[in-house]
């Protein structure tokens, strides 16, 4: 059983970055999947959260407008297209399947 985080990377503010979640060993669609991320200092937090069923989104009020969580379930992935992102989008970015399983985690920057 394996999730893994990638597509993170740095990028200017106002920039966009897209991150995929690779599920395997499970599938994903029978899972509540979330999107976290952990600044340095800070605790993890809730970014977005798509659940199993009738796939009702719930995003934090931070990224509201700018994030967007979304499923392929053909693909067994996860992704979240990230816009319009600011400084303090900074963040290892995690996806999680329920709390059952994590993956390792994505840098995401955003500096000039």
């Known amino acids: 059983v394996q999730l893994v985080e990638s597509g993170g990377g740095l990028v200017q503010p106002g920039g966009s970055l897209r991150l995929s979640c690779v599920a395997s060993?499970?599938?994903?669609?029978?899972?509540?999947m979330s999107w976290y991320r952990q600044a340095p200092g800070k605790e993890r937090e809730l970014v977005a959260r798509?659940?199993?069923?009738?796939?009702?989104?719930d995003y934090a009020d931070a990224v509201k407008g700018r994030f967007t969580i979304s499923r392929d379930n053909a693909k067994n992935t996860m992704y979240l297209q990230m816009n319009s992102l600011k400084p303090e989008d900074t963040a290892v970015y995690y996806c999680?399947?329920?709390?059952?399983?994590w993956g390792q985690g994505t840098q995401v920057t955003v500096s000039p």
């Open positions: 798509i659940r199993s069923g009738d796939g009702r989104i």
């Open positions: 999680d399947a329920s709390g059952f399983y």
């Open positions: 060993g499970f599938t994903l669609s029978s899972y509540a």
